[in-house]
């Protein structure tokens, strides 16, 4: 068990894992944004990231359900119209489904998960399930990845225009609205923490979430890389490039 850290303690304390642990250490982002992959290694990632996408309202719903106070809910709920959009062809969900549009795959099967690494429906849904049975300030905490994720995305974006020519601004417009989205929903998440891991037993379990979180992130791509890099082994049942889809 740590001893009692200040709030800033515990910010560096949570930034250090990210620096540790952090999806952006994962050989295969090295190779998505370096350009080290081919289409359909491409297109597995976003077909698997979908169900990523598709869960986070979700899983923001649930941590809705568990606060009592409407100044919080007012603030957490825009995360979900982020997502969702507030009509039929808007949001973040409907901007990843035309990235997966442009690369071939057609909407129906996105959406079905027909295709889906088992791995990653598992990562994904430990995420959910840890969201729903934990305490509230542990549920915020495993958010906090996304202080992370506007240099991953930067990178991505600017790596990937850079290499591949079957990706354009147009289809990566999904990134363009998590930047100043990610930054803005974690400094309130951080703040959050701060205020209200105010014991050591809390603050280890705020650490223990966000390691939590990065596990999840690097599991998916540990899935991913496995299938659809090396060795290159898709399990049944999941999305084979170049046979025919089935939703
Ligand atoms: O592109 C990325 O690397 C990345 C990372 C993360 C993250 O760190 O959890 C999120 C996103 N993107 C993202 O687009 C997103 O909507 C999102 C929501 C959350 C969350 O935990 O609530 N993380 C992330």
């Not at 698997?48 to 359900?65: F, S």
């Not at 969702?84 to 969900?93: A, N, V, Y």
């Not at 992370?148 to 990566?172: C, H, Q, W």
């Not at 014991?199 to 899935?223: E, G, Y």
Request: glycine share 6%; with cysteine.
């Amino acid at each position: 068990m740590i001893s009692w850290l200040s709030p800033s303690e515990l910010e560096t304390a949570l930034r250090d894992i990210g620096g540790r642990r952090y999806h952006s250490l994962h050989p295969f982002h090295g190779m998505l944004h370096g350009g080290k992959l081919n289409r359909d290694q491409v297109r597995a990632w976003a077909l698997n990231r979908y169900y990523y996408q598709a869960m986070i309202p979700v899983k923001d719903a649930m941590i809705l359900t568990r606060m009592n106070d409407a100044s919080l809910r007012r603030i957490w709920r825009q995360r979900i119209v982020d997502h969702d959009g507030t009509s039929e062809g808007d949001g973040g969900l409907e901007r990843w489904l035309q990235l997966t549009d442009s690369l071939g795959f057609p909407r129906d099967y996105v959406i079905s998960n027909a295709g889906l690494l088992p791995a990653t429906r598992f990562a994904v849904e430990a995420y959910v399930n840890f969201v729903r049975d934990r305490p509230l300030l542990e549920a915020i905490a495993s958010s906090l990845t996304e202080l992370f994720s506007p240099n991953i995305i930067s990178e991505r974006v600017a790596g990937m225009l850079k290499s591949y020519d079957f990706v354009s601004r147009e289809t990566l417009a999904y990134f363009d609205g998590r930047l100043s989205q990610a930054s803005r929903d974690a400094d309130f998440a951080l703040e959050y923490v701060k205020h209200n891991a105010t014991t050591p037993q809390l603050q280890q379990s705020v650490l223990d979430a966000l390691t939590f979180k990065c596990d999840v992130l690097w599991s998916l791509l540990d899935a991913i890389h496995h299938a659809y890099v090396s060795p290159g082994l898709p399990p049944p049942g999941a999305w084979i490039p170049g046979a025919e889809l089935r939703s």
